[in-house]
């Protein structure tokens, strides 16, 4: 059963060393994604699954002790997913953001796994997933990976889209109020034209939460290169 889930955002611009001179643009936003990591410590998980989007061939679970590293980004600074052994495929970034993540705050509450989603998932699947990793343990929790739209001014990556304000606030109510009937709701062919790679880990959430009444609480919505970024927590 799902106990508790933090939500954040998941660019590489997190990590200060791939970020370099622009590191403390995102310092509200990384402090709020810590906050929200300790959120699920206090829980105490049995189980922590760290959820993100991903390329088709690039989706599946990932078990503790899988690694990642950021060196596509000219940093080598590699990351793993919880003690274990290496496993054949490397982290995709989503899920190597949110390891580095729990690798700042020492996470040592409960054995930690990765689950990428394929951004193309449709919601029904996703609702699925997401029910079937709550139900693997007693006291489950997910460490939600996923940046909203991309457009939402003409430096963003996806030039401006009148339509990125609105969609980003209508998640940012979703998750504030764990509103499970909104973020399923979320039309994946709109968030794949505003480049929303949140909209599959965050219906993922959705199906994880069924059955339960979660308490949501919004730490963080910000877009500083048009992008949005959302940090929120249920409990």
Known sequence: MLVAAAVCPCPP?????????????????RAACL???????????????????????????????????FRGFGVDTEV?????????????????VGAWLLARVGWSSAPV???AVDER????????????TAARAGRVALLVMGDGSACRTVKAPGYLD???????????????AADTGALAALDPVLAEELKAAGRAPW?????AADGTVPTGTLLADEAPYGVGYLVATWT
């Open 121 to 132: 998932l449709a919601p029904g699947a996703c609702a699925a997933e997401g029910r079937k």
């Open 203 to 207: 219906q993922v959430l959705a199906g």
């Open 35 to 69: 906050d929200a990591v300790g959120v699920l410590a206090a829980a105490r998980p049995d189980l922590l699954v760290v959820v993100g989007p991903a390329e088709p061939d690039a989706a599946g679970p990932y078990p503790s002790g899988a690694t990642g590293d």
């Open 162 to 176: 009148d339509r990125a304000t609105a969609f980003d606030e209508s998640v940012a109510r979703a998750l504030a």
């Open 13 to 29: 611009l997190l990590v200060p060393e791939v970020a370099t001179g622009a590191a403390p643009e995102l310092d509200s936003v």
């Open 80 to 96: 793993r997913l919880g003690p274990g052994e290496p496993g054949a495929r490397p982290l995709p970034y989503p899920l190597a």
């Open 113 to 115: 796994e990765g689950l």
